[in-house]
């Protein structure tokens, strides 16, 4: 079972950065005649608290013998990306806020996404491996000088930069505002833009839809659920302050097909009347390790499980067009006490996360859009919490693939700034990967040994014999 669970580390850098070029890139054709209005409506769950950031990605490119040139990379992406925001035009637009806070898309003069030309003097292969996220990729996203965090309000809502390594490789850093997609419709967004590069003409399959009025709250609204997800808790445990009062540590961990296989099994104890998932069994024993590694107290105390579930397929009335790009996510929450966690099964735990994510259906999500129109949430609820989320159904390694080659890789690049997030990551490598996933958390120092045995079940092991 060792071998099924294996630490990957990542070495500490200072990447030397030097921008050459900022470029402003604007739709080929003019947009007015698809947006008459100059603005959008973005619906509840495209304005929650927690979507309105930007999700930063990497694509790293090895040298290839592909007829594009290094040289020539910035101008092939700038040209088509051009094309593609004609389709995917609410890219090239900027946020403000109206009524009540809500946010809406607008269109201006001196606009577009950003594209940012820049090289450094080192070599990939300097890097050391790219196969987990490294905070020291910081500097391939490009931020603007005195950047406040968390800022979307007026900002370009795509930004992209490439920079240039000696070796004659390269990466793609990119700055996707949330407000405008999740991570499906990221992927839709790519595929679009490497397929584009791929022929020399626009490609769009599926044809985008904005589509967001099919989200607009009921008149009026109704709050079916507690929603919890949204609630304050009284931070009355020793959770928030061991992982916020010391500089928590990123540690990650390759998790083979077969342990996922072996957890799902151990979380089903064979019983018809709850089919377990991979994702069920490997969110509930990640949650009980963390919980037990940080030795969190009191054991009376309400912990917290929060994850995104795709609602598309769960959407009737009426169904979402294919090409919608949208956030169609809903926020499940499972609560337990910490002595529940600790002491009770994998089974059990594993049933509580089953329900709450098959409990998230058509009218849980438009009780969320109701929620959020009368209450607003206007900060992240920490308290006793753990975020999980699942980028393993994406497809962003054969979506980054603009000619050149898959990815070295591609994801994420950092997981410090909030350290009560845990990441579930495809493995890079294509078929070699053989089901694996990349398992992403932050701990503080003390607590990561005795994660890693729990993670590993060689405690549980010991304490049964």
Request: proline fraction near 7%; charge should be neutral.
């Amino acid at each position: 079972m060792d071998s099924w669970i294996e630490e990957l580390h990542f070495p500490h850098l200072d990447i030397p950065i030097t921008i050459d070029n900022i470029y402003s890139v604007y739709p080929i054709c003019p947009i007015a005649e698809s947006n008459p209005s100059n603005t959008l409506y973005l619906s509840n769950l495209d304005d929650m608290i927690g979507v309105r950031v930007f999700t930063p990605t990497v694509y790293f490119y090895g040298p290839t013998g592909s007829k594009y040139h290094q040289e020539s990379v910035i101008q092939v992406l700038r040209d088509s990306l051009s094309r593609v925001l004609v389709p995917y035009y609410p890219f090239s637009g900027r946020l403000r806020e109206t009524v009540n806070g809500k946010l809406e898309v607008f269109f201006g003069p001196d606009q577009g996404a950003l594209l940012v030309e820049a090289h450094s003097a080192v070599a990939l292969e300097d890097l050391g491996g790219l196969t987990v996220p490294n905070p020291g990729w910081i500097k391939l996203i490009y931020r603007f000088p005195d950047e406040e965090q968390y800022k979307v309000i007026d900002m370009p809502l795509l930004i992209a930069q490439v920079t240039k390594f000696t070796c004659g490789g390269f990466c793609l850093g990119l700055r996707i505002c949330h407000c405008l997609c999740d991570g499906l419709g990221a992927m839709q967004f790519m595929k679009a833009w490497t397929e584009t590069v791929k022929t020399g003409s626009l490609v769009v399959n599926p044809t985008p839809t904005w589509g967001r009025e099919t989200f607009r709250p009921r008149n009026p609204p109704v709050i079916e659920f507690p929603h919890t997800e949204f609630k304050k808790l009284d931070d009355g445990s020793s959770l928030t302050r061991s992982l916020w009062e010391v500089k928590p540590v990123q540690k990650c961990y390759r998790i083979s097909h077969e342990y996922q296989a072996h957890l799902k099994r151990s979380a089903q104890l064979s019983r018809a009347d709850f089919a377990c998932s991979t994702f069920d069994a490997m969110a509930a024993h990640v949650w009980k390790s963390w919980v037990k590694a940080l030795d969190v107290t009191p054991l009376d105390y309400e912990l917290r499980l929060t994850f995104s579930v795709n609602t598309r397929h769960k959407i009737k009335n009426p169904p979402l067009k294919d090409g919608f790009y949208g956030n169609a996510l809903s926020v499940a929450c499972a609560t337990s006490t910490v002595e529940r966690l600790i002491n009770g099964s994998l089974n059990e735990t594993a049933q509580l996360v089953n329900s709450v994510r098959l409990g998230i259906s058509e009218r849980y999500v438009r009780s969320t859009i109701d929620y959020v129109e009368l209450n607003r949430p206007k900060r992240l609820e920490f308290g006793g919490k753990l975020t999980i989320t699942q980028w393993t159904r994406f497809c962003i390694y054969e979506s980054g693939d603009f000619g050149w080659g898959r990815p070295v890789y591609a994801g994420p690049i950092d997981l410090t700034p909030t350290p009560q997030v845990c990441l579930f990551l495809p493995e890079g490598g294509g078929s070699e990967a053989g089901g694996a996933m990349v398992l992403c958390i932050c701990l503080p120092e003390y607590a990561c040994y005795r994660f890693k045995e729990l993670l590993s079940l060689k405690l549980e092991k010991e304490q049964t014999e």
